[in-house]
């Protein structure tokens, strides 16, 4: 049976491995443009209130990377 999106199991994808946070950081400048850094802290707290630690972590990961890009 496939996963959905609402499946929470140990052994769900992770985004680290999927993807990295540069390419994370590009796509969210280009679809986001200034409001970039706000949609990946919106994702980094869906992602902790979800109980998806390690999507936390990539999120919190790509918004330290827009803010020290000098792109928030």
Do not use: I
Request: proline share 3%; hydrophobic share 40%; glycine share 6%.
């Amino acid at each position: 049976m496939p996963k959905t999106c609402s499946s929470h199991s140990n052994d769900d994808l992770r985004l680290w491995e999927l993807s990295d946070p540069a390419a994370a950081v590009d796509a969210a400048v280009e679809l986001y443009g200034s409001d970039a850094a706000t949609a990946t802290a919106w994702c980094a707290l869906t992602a902790h209130f979800d109980g998806r630690q390690s999507d936390y972590r990539f999120w919190c990961t790509v918004f330290s990377k827009l803010g020290s890009n000098g792109r928030a």
